[in-house]
């Protein structure tokens, strides 16, 4: 099927899209403040052992032998397999030893030999400054993205994009609270990189529209703007689709640690195609663009 | 566009030549051979197993300390230039005094002095002193705190790297971090247990008399308890000889007592002071303190004069080992906490990087299949660009020297599925090119031309988004920035110049064909 010869109307439902849109972003920020996410031991301070057993074993026996010691509320889940256990444990001890002193307690209570496998220990000062360097990176990169875009194009486009993009990150973060996937330090890069992609598909649909908007400056801006998606429809879903076969393949067979990464650049490279295509570029419609562009466009190869 | 000189082709055959020779290494073994590098991709702690510690000074006690040595200058001072003081106190980082109204002008002139409030740096004092009614407060200056945190960290890394050292890890790397944390990374450590509970104490040894209560004990008494026993000693204050003058402790094994003890040798001051002390006081205990508590508190039955001595606390071999590591490796200024800890495991580290690279494949496969089903011969030529983007991303990570973590190999394989985006932009671009323009080199032409500006917009949105994770992140999260702003970079080169080169050569041999993408 060759996408670009037909011709969808993208814009006829903007408002839907637009509202829908809307309804997304307040449930997500609402969710953020009711449910709130589950927050990794990146951001919430505490201890996380990833541990194997010689013999299958359950969660429930392995969290009675934690609470003995007293270092707050233990979580224990299967992971992987059922000799495969992750525990997350509230507090940090305040010995520089106490992990040693929990698998000595493990051993003692279950009488088998354990394996931990990853730990790590993150105390409550730590998690601060990580929670405040998370929020500022995503600023940050928010605040760059919208100055380039204004010095690369006008300022109707770069608080159109901005909008999508804050779309995309409050969306994503709402998934992440709905679902309750564990929200730590990889998730943030995540964010980023569904920031980087959703950019770059609503930079080109932006440069089509500024393409055609050089080339012809009497066209109906709804129309234009409904050709400069529908011309840059087939790219757009191509890219995503390769994208998105390659971030599959991370998912499925990347291991337990890549799992919630993965998801969220999926769920990303999804929100971002969307937003590019329905939220991006049909608010244009409303911010005025300037029409008469001085420069003339080379057609002379 | 279309057109390549000599001077181009041949800088795109170097950079193609150079990155395998670069990537060899890495799938081949060879070391140590004259024809290749040594340099291969550095594997981060979450693929190759390890310890990451983030240690932090309490510097809180050297600041006590060093404000109760500065009310004792004070106060001797005060007394020597007739200042008359009352009521003078410590409240938190600060010390307080009343002061007689008339001798104001002369106690600011004397908190003003060098020698008293010495300058620091350009820009400060020690202190700084506010009067109100007749009273002064004293507090320390930002600049003085953090000279105190600067010292104790430049004596405290110094001592951790001594104290790892001991333990025989291979390459550590052990650096300050702010003004009062030191990073610790040991690649390849199973089990950072031995490490942590060294680096928990700081070993602060000396050795004092135990009071007698008829005997002068003028600088005050300590009660301080034993470790093993349970008893409490009155400890005198005074300190005969302390951990900096000792030489060397090795663990040994005392027969008499049948348990392990700790054999150590003091400098010549220590053993002067040692001897000294000694003679003058047979028949009194000495107190062995380490850290605030009383190893042992043996009977001196002669004087000891050649500076040698053993500590004996019924230790066990591995303790008596321990403790002779600590006692060589000197005394840390300030207890240190493990404010962060990240450990990977040898076997996860490699089942890690299994899975990794399982993933990449299966992607890589998946996104060829998906090029070639949709642009034959071009997707061919999309693909073989994609082959030399992976090839150059490994190259430059080994040729930087850059780390490789888990979320970076993710970096990879989503630069992978990202990196045909700019193929796909070129090809669909042509498509419509070809629509207008019947001449295939014109239409080519036209469309690497305008897609130009397309790509480097997009790809510099992205780049921007790894630069301020690299700066933001730490770690993994690090990993994964360098490894998307490299395969940024080489996607540009590889499909941009690369690619054009390629399809270059086949339009020059089909000019007149026609072409369908």
Redesign the interface.
């Given at each position: 099927m060759n996408l670009y010869d037909r011709k969808y109307n993208f814009l006829k439902y903007k408002k839907s899209f637009m509202f829908i849109s809307l309804i997304f972003f307040i449930l997500s920020i609402l969710l953020f403040y009711v449910k709130g996410l589950n927050l990794g031991v990146d951001f919430k301070g505490g201890t996380v052992i990833e541990m194997k057993f010689d013999q299958p074993n359950n969660s429930e026996e392995i969290r009675k032998s934690l609470l003995k010691i007293d270092l707050g509320d233990v979580k224990v889940k299967e992971f992987g397999s059922n000799k495969e256990f992750l525990a997350t444990i509230e507090q940090k001890g305040k010995n520089n030893d106490f992990v040693n002193s929990i698998k000595i307690q493990l051993e003692k209570d279950l009488n088998i030999k354990i394996d931990f496998r990853r730990v790590e220990v993150v105390g409550s000062k730590v998690s601060k400054e990580l929670t405040i360097d998370g929020i500022y990176s995503v600023i940050i990169a928010l605040t760059l993205m919208l100055i380039y875009i204004w010095f690369r194009f006008e300022w109707q486009f770069s608080l159109g994009s901005i909008i999508a993009l804050v779309h995309d990150v409050i969306i994503t973060i709402g998934v992440f609270s709905l679902i309750g996937y564990e929200f730590n330090l990889s998730i943030v890069a995540a964010i980023l990189t569904i920031v980087g992609y959703s950019m770059n598909d609503t930079v080109i649909i932006y440069d089509r529209i500024r393409e055609f908007l050089k080339k012809d400056d009497k066209q109906d801006i709804i129309e234009l703007i409904n050709d400069s998606i529908n011309s840059t429809l087939s790219r757009t879903l191509k890219t995503s689709g390769t994208t998105l076969l390659a971030l599959i393949s991370i998912y499925f067979f990347g291991g337990e640690i890549l799992k919630g990464f993965s998801f969220a650049l999926i769920w990303g490279i999804i929100i971002g195609t969307y937003s590019s295509i329905f939220i991006a570029s049909p608010i244009l419609v409303y911010f005025n663009v300037k029409r008469n562009w001085e420069e003339v466009v080379d057609n002379t190869p | 566009m279309l057109y390549f000189s000599r001077f181009k082709v041949f800088s795109i055959l170097l950079v193609f030549i150079f990155g395998i020779y670069f990537f060899i290494p890495n799938i081949l073994p060879i070391s140590n051979n004259i024809l290749f590098s040594n340099k291969k991709v550095n594997l981060g702690l979450?693929l190759q197993g390890g310890s990451y510690l983030?240690l932090?000074i309490d510097s809180k006690p050297l600041i006590e300390q060093k404000l109760q040595s500065k009310s004792l200058e004070l106060r001797r001072e005060l007394r020597e230039k007739n200042l008359i003081y009352t009521n003078f106190r410590s409240e938190k980082d600060s010390l307080l005094f009343n002061f007689k109204l008339d001798q104001r002008n002369t106690l600011e002139q004397f908190l003003n002095d060098k020698v008293i409030n010495p300058i620091i740096s350009s820009t400060g004092r020690e202190f700084s002193a506010i009067y109100q009614s007749d009273i002064v407060t004293i507090t320390f200056t930002v600049d003085l705190l953090n000279l105190i945190k600067k010292n104790a960290l430049e004596q405290s890394i110094e001592i951790v790297r001594n104290r790892i050292d001991e333990l025989g890890t291979k390459e550590p790397n052990i650096i300050t971090r702010g003004l009062d944390r030191i990073l610790v990374e040991l690649p390849g450590l199973k089990?950072p247990?031995e490490i942590?509970?060294l680096?928990?104490k700081t070993a602060q040894l000396n050795f004092r008399f135990l009071s007698n209560s008829n005997i002068d004990s003028s600088l005050g008494v300590d009660i301080l308890n034993s470790p093993k026993k349970d008893i409490q000693y009155n400890v005198e204050k005074r300190i005969i000889v302390s951990g900096e003058n000792l030489i060397d402790a090795q663990p040994g094994f005392d027969q008499l007592t049948n348990s392990s003890v700790v054999n150590f040798k003091l400098d010549n001051l220590g053993a002067r002071k040692f001897a000294m002390a000694s003679k003058d006081n047979i028949g009194r205990n000495l107190a062995i303190v380490l850290d605030n508590e009383v190893i042992s508190a043996p009977v001196i039955r002669d004087a000891i004069i050649t500076g040698n001595g053993q500590i004996s606390g019924n230790f066990t071999a591995q303790e008596a080992n321990e403790l002779a590591i600590l006692l060589r490796s000197g005394a840390l200024p300030a207890p240190?906490?493990?404010?962060?800890?990240?450990?990977?495991?040898p076997?996860?580290g490699k089942?890690?990087v299994q899975?990794?690279i399982?993933?990449?494949v299966?992607?890589?496969l998946?996104?060829i299949m998906?090029?070639f089903y949709?642009y034959r011969i071009f997707g061919f030529f999309s693909n073989i660009s994609l082959l030399l983007n992976l090839i150059l991303i490994v190259s430059t990570l080994s040729i930087l020297g850059s780390t490789l973590t888990?979320?970076g190999?993710?970096g990879i394989?989503?630069t992978?599925?990202?990196a045909?985006?700019s193929n796909?932009?070129i090809y669909?671009r042509i498509?419509?090119e070809l629509k207008l323009e019947k001449n295939n080199l014109?239409a080519f032409?036209?469309a690497y031309?305008?897609v130009l500006?397309?790509i480097l917009?997009?790809?510099?949105?992205?780049?921007?988004?790894?630069i301020?994770?690299y700066f933001?992140?730490?770690g993994?999260?690090k990993g994964?920035?360098i490894t998307?702003a490299i395969g940024i970079i080489s996607t540009f080169f590889t499909t941009y110049v690369f690619g054009r080169f390629l399809v270059s050569i086949y339009i020059k041999k089909n000019k007149e064909a026609l072409i369908r993408i």
């Open positions: - | 979450d983030l932090e089990d247990g942590k509970k680096l928990g240190l906490s493990i404010i962060e800890e990240r450990t990977v495991g076997d996860l089942e890690s899975s990794g399982f993933s990449l299966v992607g890589f998946l996104v998906y090029m949709n888990l979320p190999i993710a394989i989503l992978v599925g990202m045909v985006d796909v932009l669909e498509k419509e014109i032409d036209t031309k305008k500006t397309t917009d997009s790809n510099i949105t992205t780049l921007i988004a790894a301020v994770l933001m992140g730490s993994p999260v994964f920035a998307l």
